[in-house]
């Protein structure tokens, strides 16, 4: 059959490890062969990310909001460890903390559900979306060392000069602050996107912070939140039949494991990055977790919720066979494929993004699986295949729903 021609470009942004080499063999198995891809191709691999001394990121952010699709691969954020690995000039920033910030918006992150697999929170029947804050926060902070006594403040100089100053902390001893800011426009975009994706699910909205600690920062957000909600939202949620709750981050995690699913719960940028990574797990791995950020100006910047995959990276660097699951790194170019197919009325892209999905589903509920899943299923009969033999057998299937 002939190529999927595409009309405008994808933002590729290439990544780091076994990430990497998954994405190079996605593309290779499962993309190249049915489709003419269009990429603006962008390496964010820590040691040209170091190169460049970052500038890579900022480009393939700046690109994204021009060609309004975007499709990123796993990558390093450095600590200590990675600075000396990699020999660095320094402990740069994450790359993903660098392109929210340009690009503002919400990351929403969702688990794949297969047939055999089962949530280990008996209760959970249906996904549980997570909607993350992706501006500002720990991911956007100013940090410290302190070294001896003094005084730590917090200071706000206004454009008339006007200063208001308030005291972090009386150091009688070596510490370390940290300042982290949001702004009111960004949060007003979470809360408008948060609602506006639970009308389009069909699903009720959750939000919780912890604003009896955090009398001024978190309550800012529980306030906008209110404020969005009753102006613009609330008939329009009594009309849809779903419902709108704040409540604090401790009791939202007790209502969470007590649930059945079926909604989306949104977070700070911290709580939001971690509360995925345990959603993700609790539903059976973090390679079945998609995730897309959405700005309010209508960019797209799809990827796998997991990371780098380290240890199965250094393994096949030693020649030894490794079993890593591609599912959410393929769900991330199928996600990006399917915007771009959208947008640009591409109705052969848009299918073939879905046949991709299925595709991979049908070939774990046939019992063909990666290590990880094979731990997890349910399913009698099983069979571990490893990383290439996965794609190859996702292939098959593809290519019979293609016929």
Same mark, same amino acid.
């Given at each position: ?6 009309k +405008? ?22 993309l ?18 170091? /190169?460049?001394?970052?500038?890579? +990121? ?33 402990? #740069? ?20 559900l297969?047939?055999? %697999? ?5 209760? #959970?029947?249906?996904?549980i ?8 926060? $720990? ?31 009386? !150091? ?14 960004? %949060?007003?975009?979470? @809360? ?6 639970a ?7 959750? !939000? ?28 329009? !949620? ?17 209502? $969470? ?15 939001g990055? $971690? ?29 796998? @919720?997991?990371?780098?995959? /380290?240890?199965?990276y ?30 640009? /009325? ?38 571990? $295949?490893?990383t290439?033999?996965?794609?190859l ?9 293609? /016929?």
């Amino acid at each position: 059959m002939a190529k999927i021609i595409m009309k +405008t470009p994808l933002v590729e942004m290439d990544g780091d490890e076994m990430t990497r080499v998954l994405w190079s063999w996605i593309k290779e198995i499962l993309l190249e062969p049915y489709i003419a891809l269009n990429t603006k191709y962008y390496d964010l691999g820590l040691k040209h990310r170091d /190169q460049t001394d970052d500038q890579v +990121t900022i480009d393939s952010a700046e690109a994204t909001k021009k060609y309004g699709v975007a499709v990123k691969c796993a990558t390093i954020t450095p600590n200590a460890a990675r600075v000396v690995e990699y020999d660095l000039k320094e402990m #740069w920033k994450s790359p993903n903390g660098t392109i929210r910030a340009i690009l503002d918006g919400t990351v929403f992150r969702e688990p794949i559900l297969v047939k055999g %697999i089962i949530p280990f929170v008996r209760t #959970w029947k249906k996904p549980i979306s997570i909607a993350r804050h992706a501006y500002g926060d $720990v991911y956007k902070n100013t940090e410290l060392k302190i070294k001896g006594t003094g005084k730590a403040e917090i200071v706000f100089t206004s454009k008339a000069g006007n200063e208001t100053r308030k005291t972090i902390h009386d !150091f009688t001893d070596d510490g370390i602050i940290m300042g982290i800011h949001n702004t009111d426009k960004s %949060i007003k975009s979470f @809360a408008r996107a948060c609602f506006t994706y639970a009308l389009d699910k069909k699903q009720d909205l959750w !939000f919780s912070t912890k604003d009896t600690i955090s009398k001024i920062y978190d309550h800012r957000f529980k306030d906008i939140f209110n404020e969005i909600y009753e102006a613009e939202y609330s008939q329009k !949620f009594k009309d849809a039949g779903i419902e709108y709750f704040y409540t604090l981050i401790d009791d939202a995690v007790a209502r $969470v494991i007590r649930s059945e699913g079926g909604f989306i719960w949104a977070c700070k940028n911290y709580d939001g990055d $971690v509360m995925s990574d345990m959603i993700a797990s609790a539903f059976g791995s973090l390679a079945m977790m998609t995730s897309v950020l959405v700005s309010p100006e209508g960019y797209y910047e799809y990827e796998a @919720a997991h990371g780098t995959v /380290q240890r199965h990276y250094y393994n096949h660097l030693e020649g030894k066979e490794t079993s890593t699951n591609s599912v959410a790194t393929i769900f991330a170019w199928t996600g990006a494929l399917r915007k771009r197919g959208e947008l640009d /009325q591409i109705p052969d892209l848009v299918s073939f993004a879905e046949k991709l999905e299925n595709a991979c589903r049908r070939t774990i509920e046939s019992g063909i699986m990666t290590k990880d899943l094979v731990a997890l299923s349910v399913l009698e009969n099983k069979k571990t $295949v490893n990383t290439r033999e996965f794609l190859l057998e996702i292939q098959k299937r593809l290519n019979d729903m293609l /016929q």
